[in-house]
């Protein structure tokens, strides 16, 4: 089993950054790839980013490319989304997610098996 923990939500206005991290725990030994995924109000589950563990080949949807950027401590088992000039299109709560297993498509929620209890972000405009 993995376990998967999220922090670093919380409010800041339009254009600001915040700093998400997940931290895996647990036998992660045979860690794949982490992912991050949001829920805003009244949306469904949306893809972020993602980041495959062996090489750091990382994912971005569309609405955040160039804006957020994924990275990962192997020795520290901690994934980072860093989020730059943030709209209030963000606002959500973002969850991390943990997979073991090959040869899946790291942008696709059903890919995961361990998540995060989800951190929430909101920014105000």
């Known amino acids: 089993q993995v376990q998967v923990v999220d922090s670093g939500g919380g409010l800041v206005q339009a254009g600001k950054s915040l700093r998400l991290t997940c931290i895996a725990s647990?036998?992660?030994?045979?860690?794949?790839?982490v992912g991050w995924f949001r829920r805003g109000p009244g949306k469904e589950r949306e893809f972020v980013a993602a980041?495959?563990?062996?090489?750091?080949?990382?994912y971005y949807s569309d609405s955040v490319k160039g804006r957020f950027a994924i990275s990962r401590d192997s020795a520290e088992k901690t994934a980072v989304l860093l989020m730059y000039g943030l709209k209030p299109d963000d606002t959500a709560v973002y969850y991390c997610?943990?997979?073991?297993?090959?040869?899946?498509?790291?942008?696709?929620?059903?890919?995961?098996?361990?998540w995060g209890q989800g951190t929430q972000v909101t920014v105000s405009s």
């Open positions: 997610a943990a997979t073991r297993r090959w040869f899946v498509s790291l942008v696709t929620s059903t890919s995961y098996a361990y």
């Open positions: 647990g036998d992660t030994s045979g860690l794949v790839g």
């Open positions: 980041i495959r563990w062996a090489d750091a080949t990382a």
